[in-house]
């Protein structure tokens, strides 16, 4: 089984529709990230979680919320979808009793549309 | 938001030959990582570089932290068909623990 899974892989959903992204990971990691993808621009980190009760905003995180429901479970939501968050989107995580350098280790990813 | 430059972006090579690619910054970073993504799936780590003229190897991979800390290197020996995919870099500094990435370089090998 993977260590890091999200649900949806795959969404199409329309512009203002609420839309809810989630991310679990059975690594036992502590870190969590939520990460966009769009051609020719790499991965810009669109939240970031340490713990359970550590929440913090990454470069992009206009449109976006967070929800740290568990260690293992870190979701993402567009609360009014718009056309340009039609993006790839990654749940990354990371160890840090492990690590101080904080390697990350990457979902499947979830392809969004909004039309 | 600060951007790695990653180069090439793309580059076709025929089976066998040897691919070297780069990253470079105007930050001086303490750590660098490269990964792989393949089509449909998350990147995968692949190399972790943690200090200036480090250089590591994992199979056919062997990647280099560069002696400015401002740029590393990527090379792939011998390629071979399921080396395509795209080839990340990401960079972190001192004091954080958030990575900047690289633009990627689309890795197509020929049969």
Redesign the interface.
């Known amino acids: 089984d993977a260590d890091?899974t999200q649900t949806p892989r795959n969404r199409i959903t329309k512009t203002g529709k609420r839309i809810m992204l989630e991310c679990s990971q059975t690594k036992g990691h502590d870190?969590m990230y939520w990460?966009r993808q769009d051609p020719?621009?790499?991965?810009?980190?669109i939240y970031?979680s340490?713990d359970v009760k550590d929440i913090n905003k990454?470069?992009?995180s206009d449109g976006y919320s967070v929800s740290r429901q568990a260690q293992a479970k870190f979701s993402l939501s567009l609360e009014s979808a718009i056309p340009n968050q039609t993006a790839l989107y990654?749940c990354?995580t990371?160890d840090?009793t492990v690590s101080s350098?904080?390697?990350?280790?990457?979902?499947?990813?979830t392809r969004l549309t909004v039309l | 938001g600060q951007q790695l430059n990653q180069s090439p972006q793309s580059m076709f090579i025929q089976e066998g030959e040897d691919v070297s690619m780069n990253c470079t910054s105007s930050s001086i970073f303490n750590t660098w990582l490269w990964y792989k993504q393949d089509p449909g799936e998350g990147p995968v780590l692949l190399i972790a570089l943690y200090k200036a003229g480090e250089l590591t190897s994992n199979g056919r991979l062997t990647a280099q932290f560069g002696i400015t800390r401002k740029d590393s290197f990527l090379n792939i020996s011998a390629s071979i068909p399921s080396d395509v995919g795209i080839y990340f870099c990401a960079g972190r500094t001192s004091g954080t623990y958030k990575y900047i990435f690289g633009t990627g370089t689309r890795l197509k090998v020929l049969a």
């Open positions: 890091v870190r990460y020719g621009l790499g991965l810009r980190l970031y340490f990454g470069e992009i990654f990354a990371s840090s350098y904080n390697e990350q280790f990457f979902g499947p990813g």
